[in-house]
């Protein structure tokens, strides 16, 4: 359907890492200045350090790997009889620091979530990130009072010996989302598979033409939108793969060296055309008009 020029839609479908967020900035904040202190304390240079903490990313895989100083071999010497994780102390309090001063709403989020809430429109994210740290940022930001429905992987596994309650210092409920319901993609799955997003609408009784997607990969998030048959739209003000703190997550990250390559190679191309294009996330109320969502989801 479509009033006065706009496309009616009554479901928004969102990426969430730089299309909520700057995610790339967050981490690099938090990273780096985790890094600083390593390298500070253990005497490694980047050469020897970045390639150990790839590896350990690639085993959890995830770039957010809490346990990370716990499993790098290389830091072990330098803390000598001193507990690793004491000996790297300050290094988990940089990154902690670091994380909470960067973590914020590009501009415009809240406020367009708002007010497609008071619309009663059906808000729904679906990250690439791991359970833990996605549902951290949403009880941080205050997301888990404005989605309604959360889909990402589950967890990397714990270190051999290790349980939940090891590493709790609240109830478990803490821990937990108050009101968003978050739900879990297939193991393996990733974007830009165009079944993903489908199997998102069928689970929660959607049709194609009731839903928009936003994201800000126009060969991961674009792509699979349109190859699933819903509208969408880009994220422009969330490229990050020119930035140097893309490099930085390049040297460490979880991907393997054929993902990495193919990403590469993918950022030249043009031949993924968005619907439309977003320069904040707040023009989704200028091209869209969004209605009360009547269906029932399941």
């Known amino acids: 359907m479509v009033v006065q020029g706009k496309p009616v839609r009554s479901v928004l479908i969102s990426d969430v890492d730089n299309t909520l967020f700057d995610w790339v900035q967050i981490w690099h904040a938090a990273f780096s200045s985790m890094l600083e202190e390593l390298l500070r304390l253990s005497g490694l240079d980047e050469a020897t350090l970045l390639p150990e903490i790839r590896a350990v990313h690639q085993r959890a895989g995830t770039s957010e790997y809490a346990f990370l100083i716990g499993e790098v071999e290389a830091l072990r010497p330098a803390a000598g009889d001193t507990p690793v994780l004491d000996f790297y102390a300050p290094a988990i309090e940089a990154y902690r620091t670091a994380r909470q001063q960067a973590l914020e709403f590009y501009p415009g989020v809240e406020q367009t979530l708002k007010a497609l809430r008071q619309r009663g429109t059906l808000i729904v994210c679906y990250t690439e990130s791991l359970a833990y740290y996605s549902q951290y940022r949403f009880r941080k930001l205050g997301l888990d009072h404005l989605v309604d429905y959360l889909y990402s992987p589950g967890d990397h596994d714990l270190p051999d010996g290790m349980s939940r ?21 297939p193991p393996g799955e990733l974007k830009p598979n165009p079944d993903i997003l489908s199997s998102i609408l069928r689970d929660l009784g959607v049709r194609h033409d009731q839903a928009i997607y936003v994201g800000d990969s126009a060969h991961k998030d674009i792509w699979m939108a349109q190859r699933a048959g819903v509208l969408d739209a880009q994220a422009l003000y969330g490229a990050a793969q020119h930035r140097e703190a893309y490099a930085l997550l390049r040297q460490v990250s979880h991907w393997s060296d054929d993902d990495v390559e193919r990403e590469r190679l993918l950022i030249g191309k043009d031949h993924v055309l968005p619907t439309y294009r977003l320069n904040g996330f707040a023009d989704l109320l200028d091209i869209v008009e969004f209605t009360a969502f009547e269906g029932v989801p399941v």
């Open 165 to 185: 309650e090891d590493i709790r210092f609240h109830e478990a409920a803490h821990y937990e989302l108050e009101r968003t319901q978050h739900r879990f993609t």
